[in-house]
């Protein structure tokens, strides 16, 4: 059975006397246990909207309008607040989140932060989520001594590696990354996508790998869900998607980074930029965009179901 | 720090209820400075501090219309001054009668009267005859006096007396009076003219134990003149009430709202200059320091940080003490120490622009720096400057306010700080005339209040990011 | 601790030099003055000196050769203390500014010291500690007020306490606090006689009962001065809150368990107490004047009715002996920010 079932989910903002933003706007998609998946697309186009939607953190003109979202079988969305943070948040599904660099409170030590989800959401005595959380800084490969340290003597890798310390402390089954490695130099970037893979492995969880990257994809996804202006438009097992990509936007993403599997030819960026999701254009939200457009892609394009597992939204397929 | 037009602005602006209240108020207090200038005389504010000048007008009188709040129904203090002018002529002698009606409908007695004149007579002295007609008909002898002698043949001069109520002669006819008419005989010592003439008819009328006779009163001054050219140059009847005016006196008899009305256009002028003034040089420091940058920024920055550091008051009292107390100097001075914290939130955000991709491309063009400053740096910044001189105003209306408080105002310019100086040194509060302490008060809070509301708005126009707080 | 070391010293050096900065421009505002001030005390001295040498006196018959000798000895005083140089000319400069700070500032023209001291430095040493003592609790309490009302309103943004406290803060701002005071006389004392109208105990300070009295007769400013004084501390203090719940790290400590009072009051305020302890020493030199004026309102015998006496009599050297020394108290109290500030964020303390 798949460990987390998202349908139809629609997430907008509403600023003050402006028309709502429908940053996530349909999204659907399956993710087994153990196995993760990528979210790939322009930044802006709603993924790190769509993690803190299923972790019920919107930040404030934002909402949840529709949509189910399933763990294990279990209906999330009938949960209260209440509930919902007592049961879900943290204990099965966790996050790390866009910018490490922000992510740790200024004021407190490493240690005082990562012991917190053991006091507060196991009910944990102190010093025992304190013995806890120096195995947890093991496990991420840092020592013991950054326990009393604050955030700003840590460098951004050592950051990083205390947040996925933090996401894991209460083993969860859904591991939310978002943008894990931007802001970090190449070889760190190396370094925390081995330490995932290689957690994911041992602890047997789930991962969701928000990323504009197509390279930090290609390195650890086993599906890829391609998303454009809120919607996926594209999903697939990761080798397939790469070697035989269907959707002109998909298409586009690989020919801006050719470099990914070896590829030889110059980038071609994708010209043109992201619409406004306030006023998205109707029919097929990439029209403008695409090169290969046809009349019928005034209209909202259907789902094709490409054999199993496979999914592109395009009139080409319809 | 986007570009902005004065249109977008304002469309922004108009969003705000506390930035259309603070307009209405600050147009309140325009359209107050206007009739400040227009109806009270330049002369009697001029004549603030000069005692002489208040002698017709009540001692720390509560406000008219402190009447309405206690529900007393204390007399009003009036100063007349338009008598209906009647003359005749019997024989070589001329009589010019100034009469004086007026009707006096309140529950207490007028604290005392002032009839003052003003003739012109070279030769014979001419005779001054006062009388009040009340509404009851009976008409009161009050007083009978001449003018001094002059020798025979000077020259024409002016001659200023007055009759007051407490002039021994009124008190000897009002017990006459008092005796034909009423039938009781007291002694002169025993009248008290001002309640005697506005009592009711009856045996203790001569202090007032009758109550109030209410209605239309009429005092008439006869003037007799005996030489050609001697003449009534002016005249004016003063009933000394116990309230006066919109906002009362003060225990120097002055009448607040010369000096609470003239506080507005001055208030006005010192906080809008002085906040010019002190915005224009910050930003101008902020920005050139944030655009040169290296040696020359850490330089004035350093000074900045020292001159922030000094606290205002200590230097503005030494300044005033030792180089003067104009109000120009004042203004000098609030600038002084108005423009330091301007400067610092300009530098930054000077940065801020200078990293922006159009001046690095101006940059690459050759452009001289004076330019980039002028041209396209400052102008951004004028919107900022906008909410800034908003916020400093109320700072230096508040400075000024206080620098008067404690005694170092101009002294030929009363400001509400002074008025507040005068109030605290005669009492004021602790013997309870509110009125004193209480408008000048108001009126600083009201003008502060404008500015920083319209400052808020600005500020909330400006930075659309903290309108979802 | 290094980094705290470092920190602290280089606020001191600042102080230091804003300190001189202060002497030399009250010197050289007070330049011509200044040197009446001077000269006007050698004489007193002098003259002093000589009338009490018995012998000396006796041996001049004439009181006008008696005033000669006095005169020429003033003279040679003023001449040997180099006070025929102008004051600018950097001998003298460098004298006045010594006499300044070691708090030598010469006799008072007309106000005397409960001990009857006409001495500058004592006046002023007599004034200080009730100032001290009045602006250091209304200080305390207006902290703890503003930051508790502060962060209340950032937890509850948009609420109606939230607005309240921004209705209030801009209210109490456009108000001198020292009308406020007259009004709190006006209401207080006169009308509802709860508080006496004058806060100068009409006790002797050798009273035993002096210190009871002092409170009672502290407490209408006290609370006036904390009343209007919070409503600034606490919109500060609520925006800086506010601006910090909407960073990520809140997010995350609320992702990971942390309750929403310990987000508020640990997290967010811990974080924010920097530069509210920052902003708030700059607010403190804007409510400073305001405060010294309001001390005159109530009569309380500190520094600032000190400073309304001298004014009123334009007796020189306690104002600019005032001036000095309230420059140095509003440092001093920036200086002790400087230090929380130190304390408080881990970033200056370790790094
Ligand atoms: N707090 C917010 N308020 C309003 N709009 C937001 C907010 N956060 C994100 N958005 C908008 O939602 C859209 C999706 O943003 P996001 O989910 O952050 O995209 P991504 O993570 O893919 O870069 C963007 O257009 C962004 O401007
Ligand atoms: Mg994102």
Redesign the pocket.
Known sequence: MEALAVEELRAY???ADKPP?R??DGVSFELKGGLSMG?V????????????ALLRL?????RIISGAVRLNGVDLMSLSEGEFDRIVRWKRISMIF?GAMNALSPVYTIGHQLSEPLVYRLGLPKRDARELSIKALWEVGLDEGIMDRYPHELSGGMKQRVMIAMALALRPDILIA??PTTALDVVVQAQILNLLKDLRERLSISIML?T?DLGVVSEIADAIAV?YA?EIVELGPSDLIFSDPKHPYTRGLLAAAPRIRGGKSKPTPILGS?P???NPPKGCRFRPRCLTAIPSCERAPPTVELGSNRMVRCWLYG | MSAWSPRSLWAEYKRCKVGLAGLALFAMLLALSVIAIASVPLDSYRQWNNPSHWTEYPRAAPPAWANYVTGLKLPEHMVLRNPTVRQSAAGWVRVVTHTYYFSFLYEAFPDDFLFKFSLIYGGSPPLVELSAERPDGLRMLLARIAAPPRPEGSEARAYNSAIFSTDVSLKVNLANCLADRVGVIVSPDGISPERMIFAKEGPSMAEGGTGVLKGDYAFQARFFLFGEGDDVLSSRLVIGGKVFGPFGTDDLRRDLSVGILWGTPIALSIGVSVAILSVSIGIAYGVISGYCGGRLDELMMRLNDVAYAIPALPFLILLALSLGRSLLYMMAYLVLFGWVGVAKVARSVALQIKAAPYIEAVELLGAPSRRIIFRHIAPQLIPYAMANIALSVPAAILAEAGLSFIGLGDPTMPTWGQILHDAQIHGAAIRGLWWWALSPGVMLALSSLAFVMMGYALDRALNPKMRGA | MMGLMGFLIRRVLNMAAVLLVTVLLTIAILGPSADAILKRAIEQETRAEILQNKELVGKFKDPRELEDYVKSQIQGKVASMGLNDPWYSPRRLWAIAMKVMTLDFGQSYYIRGYGGSSNVKDIILESLPRTVLLFGTATLLIAVLGILVGAAAARRAGSILDKAVLGYAVLSNSFPLWWIGMLAILVFSYTLRIFPARATPPILPSDPAYPMALLYHMALPLLTIALIGFGGWAYIVRNLVAGILQEDFITVAKARGVPERKIVYGHALRSAAPPIVTIIALALSGSFGGAMITEAVFDWPGLGRLYWEAIGLLDVPVIVGLTYVSTLIFLLSVFIADVLYGVFDPRVRVG
């Not at chain 1, 697309?41 to 803190?52: A, I, M, N, P, Q």
């Not at chain 1, 919107?58 to 934002?62: A, D, I, N, Y």
């Open positions: 903002y509403f600023p933003l940053a996530v979210f697309g322009e930044s802006g186009c709603g993924k790190s909207t769509l993690g803190l919107l930040p404030s003109p934002g866009q978002d943008e928000l504009h998303m809120g992201p406004d999701l306030a």
